[in-house]
């Protein structure tokens, strides 16, 4: 089946750093690929949409220059959180749709848990 | 506002009995979806009901749709232990930019 791996599963920063997210799918094309934060027993706010070669497409109050995302192949999607602060804290999820994923469409990462110290 | 509103927010039951979770929406969708996240994990795809069906099995998931109330329900029968997580319906609009939206989410708690 489809599958999606997304690295790393935790991190830990300072703040001030940056820290880059990884999403790629393996078995499929991911033409479009979404970002979501999730807060502790919260649910999941999609953060931004991206198609392969575009630029992302953020949603409201989600600040694109702190949150760099890149997905400059079929397969691969880069969240950046840059200048990072503890409020940045959070669950990140990434989510693949694509070509050969026809079956419910979305296929989703593990998480990173990103703590900004 | 979240598309995708369930209730219970907090469900817990025994061993052996029927979980019942529901989820309201508000927009046209192509489909919703049912999804089961463990404490700190990602999120497992439970089963999709496109916008023509109304009911839909696997195992001891039952999940039925109602679009002209726009809502949904999911139903776990003789629940287990592992059954123990937070579980997030989400609905998928139509069209080419179609994305999902999740609900605000259910912790389900089953006791042994």
């Known amino acids: 089946g489809a599958v999606v791996s997304q690295h790393p599963s935790r991190v830990i920063c300072k703040s001030g750093t940056s820290v880059k997210i990884e999403c790629r799918s393996l078995d499929f094309q991911a033409t479009t690929m979404f970002w979501y934060r999730q807060f502790p027993k919260k649910s999941l706010m999609l953060m931004a949409t991206s198609n392969e070669g575009s630029k992302a497409t953020y949603e409201q109050g989600v600040e694109k220059d702190k949150f760099l995302i890149n997905h400059a192949s079929l397969t691969l999607s880069t969240l950046t959180v840059t200048s990072a602060h503890p409020e940045d804290s959070s669950f990140y999820i990434c989510?693949?749709?694509?070509?050969?994923?026809?079956?419910?469409?979305?296929?989703f990462g593990s998480g990173t848990r990103l703590t900004v110290v | 506002s979240q598309q995708g509103e369930e209730d219970p927010q907090a469900l817990s039951i025994q061993e052996g009995e029927n979980a019942t979770m529901n989820c309201s929406y508000k927009t046209s969708i192509n489909n919703l979806q049912w999804y089961r996240q463990n404490s700190g994990r990602g999120l497992v795809h439970l089963i999709l009901?496109?916008?023509?069906?109304r009911e839909k099995h696997s195992g001891r998931l039952r999940v039925t749709l109602d679009t002209s109330k726009k809502s949904s329900s999911l139903l776990i029968t003789a629940s287990r232990a592992a059954d123990t997580a937070s579980y997030f319906c989400?609905?998928?609009?139509?069209?080419?930019?179609?994305?999902?939206?999740f609900g605000k989410g259910i912790t389900l708690s089953v006791r042994p």
């Open positions: 009901i496109r916008s023509n069906e």
């Open positions: 989400a609905t998928d609009a139509s069209g080419a930019n179609s994305k999902l939206t």
């Open positions: 989510s693949a749709k694509g070509q050969g994923n026809l079956f419910y469409g979305y296929t």
